[in-house]
């Protein structure tokens, strides 16, 4: 198997200048511990067991912003935890809502300052949020804006979960889905990324279906094969974009490191281990990856793994000069691929008139346009 992704192995030059600026987060965070860990801490402080269920339901069933809303634990203990261990809570930097659809994008100010962007949407299947796992990204993908900062640092599971907490309370809305598909490379922050999961899923939490989960990923392909290794029943998005090797590495530079044939038996791999059926991500560029020779290839990947195609018109990002294909080619697009069989959906175009693509907001807000 290839080797295991080292922290700076793919592009030491795409970290934020600035890194050395943002202390890590705590060390002790109660917020990114499973129970397991909060009883064996309770242990340490002489209290009994059951004080650890109490408080990983306060965090993460009933979501409260503090100790002192938990009222059921002694005010010493609370005042203990209170001083050692703060809870790592987002604070609200910016909001758009778009007047279209009701869209809602954040911009949440992490306790060391960071910024990262989730959004919030509407479907008839319920609500869902989709959350960043990274503070910027170093992947490196032309049509993306998230990367145009390069990467500050991964998110702890903490910061991932209180990007859905926040959202649930700012709304008062259930939500019912998690896409794990905002700023940073999820595969590139496995650890933090799988004790996320599992938090969020957790009978004791907000007991999230695994099946409603969805994580994407650029393509590490040793984390897809650990990844499916985890008893997890979490949908996997691959993002493609590219039907060759050739045409993938212009426009994404992890294409050097794996290629497509590397990703597909990764994939393979996944569905077989997990039952769930793969997704690929597909971002229509106009006049780069929108052709029917295109489609054509895109199906030959898709169809031996049974994959449903979710077709993106690319979000246009003033720095990176795309545009999308007008209505007419994607819908052809897409009939060349449904004529060969394959499973296919042109994404809901959300939030259209507010900042839609992945790190447009957090770029806007830090180079002084949003202050």
Known sequence: ???????MDLNPAAMHPADSNFPAPASVDLKSMEI????????EKNLPAFRAKQLFE???ARRVRSYEEMTNLPAALRGELARDYPLPVAELADRQISRVDGTRKYLFRMPDGCLVESVFMRYRFGNSVCVSSQVGCRMGCRFCASTLRGLTRSLAPSEMLEQVYAISGETGERVSHVVVMGMGEPLDNYENLVRFLRLLTCPEGMNLSQRNVTVSTCGIAPNIYRLAGEGLHVTLALSLHAATDEQRRKIMPVAERWPIAELMK???AYYRQTGRQITFEYSLIRGVNDSREDARGLAGLALPLRAHINLIPVNPVRERGFAHPDSGHIAAFKKELENHGVNVSIRRALGKDIDGACGQLRSRYTSGAGN
């Open 58 to 60: 306060w965090i993460h």
């Open 266 to 268: 990764a994939c393979e």
């Open 1 to 7: 198997m290839t080797p295991d992704l080292k922290p």
């Open 36 to 43: 397991e860990e909060l009883q064996a801490l309770m242990r």
